[in-house]
């Protein structure tokens, strides 16, 4: 459970929505308060299926709230010929 | 880490202690372990409830009643069979007393696990992965044992393989898949241990 190259706002999200608890959000997308803690403190990155509960909770886009820490890699895509 | 050791070694070393009072003691050392799995789990129990948030979650406490009931029956079978030696056989006084020993272990396990578990039981994909993590140790030390097994079985013919009994080798097997199942709770707990510590590391 090292850090992920993937971070977030979860935090700050927690806090402009009412001061949410950390519990009270995990109860709300279905996981544990531990996996919160582990997200926010970005040893943890989550799956689509996740990413995509918490955007809906917060009502934002998924990366609204994911983001790369670094300079994503340079990924190119090489169409057939 | 240390936690984690030394209640596994505490552990096995119980189970060792029960195997050798099984013919000194006036009450069954079964009964003994499945009385001191209960008040464990019940001092245990009551240690998490005061911890509140800070209690480990769901998955970590099964880990941790499952790792110490199983190394509490591997000491057990372990010494048992140290103590019966290469020739076992079921039906005498000492393979009766192992098996009721053991099975009242299992049972003593079921009720510590009942007792202490998370009464509001939740687990999720970061759960999945660290119990995927222990499995594939689990998995690997299962395959180790066995070959050191196999190698054993297949070229000790001669000298070593004459000397055990079918009970015995069965017994050995069982206890294969029990060391197999503590290597997989113990990098399972491992894992949620580095995770805590990291997390107070920020803190």
Known sequence: MSGTPIGNHLRRLRFEHGEISQDALA???????????????????PSLELAMR???????????????????????????? | MIRILSITLLSLLLGGVLAFGATSW???????????????????????????????????????????????????????????????????????????DSWTLVLGAAIAYRIARDPEPRHDERDAAIETRGLRAGYRSLVGVLLALILLLGFGVGRVVPALSYPLIAHLLITAVIVSCLVSESVQLHAYWLDRSLEEKEA
């Open chain 2, 26 to 100: 006036p009450i069954r050392p079964g009964l003994v372990g499945l009385g001191l799995m209960v008040l464990a789990a019940l001092a245990v129990r009551n240690y998490w409830l005061g911890l509140e948030l800070a209690a480990p979650g769901s998955p970590e406490r099964a880990l941790w009643l499952g790792m110490s009931s199983a190394a509490v029956i591997a000491g057990h079978l372990m010494a048992s069979l140290w103590r019966i030696g290469p020739a076992m056989e079921l039906h005498t006084r000492a393979g009766h007393a192992l098996g009721t």
């Open chain 1, 54 to 81: 918490l955007a809906l909770v917060f009502g934002r886009r998924v990366d609204d709230i994911f983001f790369w820490r670094d300079e994503p890699p340079a990924l190119t895509f090489h169409a057939p010929v």
């Open chain 1, 27 to 45: 109860r709300a997308v279905g996981i544990t308060r531990q996996t919160i803690v582990a997200l926010e403190g970005g040893r943890y990155a």
